[in-house]
């Protein structure tokens, strides 16, 4: 377990006393509990210090699915996420706000954690003023990274769809690389509808929560339109994977498509010579022994054959096939 606390510009570990004593004190106080396997026993009463379910740090290391936002007369709790935009899928946050102090509980987002910090540092003279305005803002700078992870999942999908769209021979990586970027958002994908429904539904009629002045609820607002904006962001990277999953599917039936072609073609080409085989190979009585020169079978058996394939390429050539290409693909005809 790691546990930290940010004052807006300074990060140091904390302690239960520390915590005490942070909610004491005036200004931005954000305790950060970074949780990995085994350690939620040992945070047990920390977690009661700042007010923390338990089995809420219990469901973060699980990382159970949630969709929890809730607004009450005395907190603001529930979920957000966070992505380190290394190709992994965002991780769960669990949160919890009063007009003392903003907790996190998580199991990953180092790299994302540090950079909201950065960022909060940034605005830390404006924050300090209004404390209240924290909640709206981390939880704002945290779903940017989660848009700034599907933007480059998205730019990942359309590159892949391009290089599916340019390949004729379907490539079995193509299709391991579309699944990959699937596994990246689906997780986050399939609950996020039910997240932007209990925000919405939270900030519909907030009522007073105690230390959420106008500018602090503004900032929820905000919030509000990050969220159905990283619902859209989901619904296009959605539209785009689909897309390139049916490209494959277009391309896979062209390239099955063209081996047909070729089989056919390769029939229309021998099937005289199936034909000549099987007349010549008749008993008849006016045709046995009567073919006895080397002459004749040159003639019939070899030169007979070879007019006879080199006669139906020339009329598939000119009935539209190219003949460098004909056992690939037919072109049309202009």
Same mark, same amino acid.
């Given at each position: $377990?790691?546990?930290?606390?940010?004052?807006?510009?300074?990060?140091?570990?904390?302690?239960?006393?520390?915590?005490?004593?942070?909610?004491?004190?005036?200004?931005?106080?954000?305790?950060?509990? &970074?949780?990995?396997?085994?350690?939620?026993?040992?945070?047990?009463?920390?977690?009661?210090?700042?007010?923390?379910?338990?089995?809420?740090?219990?469901?973060?290391?699980?990382?159970?699915?949630?969709?929890?936002?809730?607004?009450?007369?005395?907190?603001?709790?529930?979920?957000?996420?966070?992505?380190?935009?290394?190709?992994?899928?965002?991780?769960?946050?669990?949160? #919890?706000?009063?007009?003392?102090?903003?907790?996190?509980? !998580?199991?990953?987002?180092?790299?994302?954690?540090?950079?909201? &910090?950065? &960022?909060?540092?940034? !605005?830390?003279?404006?924050?300090?003023?209004?404390?209240?305005?924290?909640?709206?803002?981390?939880?704002?700078?945290?779903?940017?990274?989660?848009?700034?992870?599907?933007?480059?999942?998205?730019?990942?999908?359309?590159?892949? %769809? $391009?290089?599916?769209?340019? *390949?004729?021979?379907?490539?079995?990586?193509?299709?391991?690389?579309?699944?990959?970027?699937?596994?990246?958002?689906?997780?986050?994908?399939?609950?996020?509808?039910?997240?932007?429904?209990?925000?919405?539904?939270?900030?519909?009629?907030?009522?007073?929560?105690?230390?959420?002045?106008? %500018?602090?609820?503004?900032?929820?607002?905000?919030?509000?339109?990050?969220?159905?904006?990283?619902?859209?962001?989901?619904? =296009?990277? #959605?539209?785009?994977?689909?897309?390139?999953?049916?490209?494959?599917?277009?391309?896979?039936?062209?390239?099955?498509?063209?081996?047909?072609?070729?089989?056919?073609?390769?029939?229309?080409?021998?099937?005289?010579?199936?034909?000549? *085989?099987?007349?010549?190979?008749? =008993?008849?009585?006016?045709?046995?022994?009567?073919?006895?020169?080397?002459?004749?079978?040159?003639?019939?058996?070899?030169?007979?054959?070879?007019?006879?394939?080199?006669?139906?390429?020339?009329?598939?050539?000119?009935?539209?096939?190219?003949?460098? &290409?004909?056992? !690939?693909?037919?072109?049309?005809?202009?």
């Amino acid at each position: $377990m790691d546990v930290t606390i940010f004052d807006g510009s300074t990060t140091k570990p904390c302690t239960v006393a520390q915590a005490q004593a942070a909610a004491n004190q005036p200004g931005i106080s954000w305790i950060d509990i &970074r949780l990995q396997g085994g350690d939620s026993a040992a945070a047990e009463s920390l977690l009661h210090e700042v007010g923390i379910d338990p089995a809420a740090a219990q469901q973060v290391v699980a990382q159970t699915p949630s969709t929890d936002f809730h607004m009450t007369p005395t907190d603001v709790h529930g979920v957000c996420w966070i992505d380190d935009n290394d190709g992994t899928p965002a991780v769960q946050v669990f949160f #919890a706000w009063n007009q003392l102090r903003l907790v996190t509980v !998580r199991s990953g987002g180092d790299t994302a954690i540090t950079q909201v &910090r950065q &960022r909060v540092t940034e !605005r830390v003279a404006i924050l300090s003023k209004d404390p209240s305005t924290l909640l709206g803002v981390v939880l704002q700078l945290m779903l940017a990274s989660v848009q700034q992870g599907l933007t480059q999942t998205m730019v990942g999908v359309g590159t892949l %769809d $391009m290089e599916i769209i340019a *390949t004729e021979t379907p490539k079995p990586q193509q299709t391991q690389q579309l699944n990959a970027f699937r596994t990246v958002f689906q997780p986050l994908a399939l609950r996020f509808p039910m997240y932007v429904v209990n925000v919405q539904a939270s900030l519909i009629y907030p009522g007073t929560v105690a230390g959420l002045d106008p %500018d602090g609820m503004a900032q929820m607002q905000q919030f509000l339109g990050s969220v159905q904006g990283t619902s859209s962001l989901i619904d =296009n990277l #959605a539209g785009s994977v689909r897309n390139a999953a049916q490209d494959i599917q277009a391309q896979v039936g062209t390239w099955q498509s063209n081996r047909i072609n070729v089989l056919t073609i390769v029939t229309m080409i021998f099937l005289p010579i199936s034909f000549l *085989t099987g007349y010549f190979g008749m =008993n008849f009585t006016w045709l046995d022994n009567q073919l006895t020169s080397f002459w004749s079978w040159l003639l019939l058996g070899l030169g007979l054959p070879i007019l006879l394939v080199v006669s139906c390429v020339t009329l598939l050539a000119t009935s539209g096939y190219t003949v460098p &290409r004909l056992l !690939r693909r037919k072109h049309p005809t202009t």
